[in-house]
């Protein structure tokens, strides 16, 4: 099972175990994560589940496809490493991932 580290502004991490196949977002919320809202349950509809990808794992993510990069012009302080976590699959590859919150969402 895919491990993933989530680490709030306050420096806190909250270390969470994530199925196969399973999105960074659904992972979050199931374990509740702070600071992830994901008001549209994963649909790429909103930018409340916005992260940043530690700069260590961004290559292995990837790069956010048009439709999410649209959604994060209304996201909250982007940054080249932002990403939307509903829009992120976690899979073997993905162990020990590790993401920021924002300090808020959109």
Do not use: N
């Not at 992972?27 to 990808?53: D, F, L, Q, R």
């Not at 990403?83 to 073997?92: D, F, G, N, P």
């Amino acid at each position: 099972m895919p491990h993933i580290t989530f680490i709030t502004t306050d420096g806190a991490r909250h270390e969470v175990d994530a199925a196969e196949g399973a999105t960074v977002m659904e992972s979050a919320i199931k374990h509740m994560v702070p600071g992830i809202e994901a008001e549209c349950g994963g649909a790429c509809a909103c930018a409340t589940c916005h992260v940043y990808i530690d700069e260590a794992w961004a290559a292995k993510t990837g790069s956010p496809e048009p439709m999410e990069e649209d959604m994060l012009d209304f996201a909250y302080d982007v940054r080249p490493t932002s990403r939307l976590s509903c829009q992120i699959k976690m899979s073997a590859a993905l162990d020990g991932l590790v993401v920021h919150v924002p300090e808020r969402q959109a």
